[in-house]
């Protein structure tokens, strides 16, 4: 939940269906850190989170400490 509102508040505008690109968050400096215990989990969280705000232009990496 902590994730969403920090995206939302990044957003400038609500949506509609003449005015999609306010979506596009590709301009926007912002860091969301999600700190998982295992490199596996974080695998995943990094896949769903992929997938789940790539419409927004939102780029997820994973950063381990053993790689």
Do not use: C
């Not at 609500?14 to 912002?30: C, G």
Request: aromatic letters at 8%; charged letters at 25%; glycine letters at 2%.
């Amino acid at each position: 939940m902590t994730i969403l509102r920090e995206v939302s508040l990044n957003i400038p505008d609500a949506p509609t269906q003449t005015n999609r690109a306010t979506w596009n968050m590709k301009d926007k400096q912002f860091k969301i850190i999600y700190i998982a215990p295992l490199k596996a989990l974080a695998s995943e969280i990094v896949d769903k989170f992929s997938a789940a705000l790539h419409y927004l232009g939102i780029k997820v990496r994973e950063l381990t400490g053993d790689m």
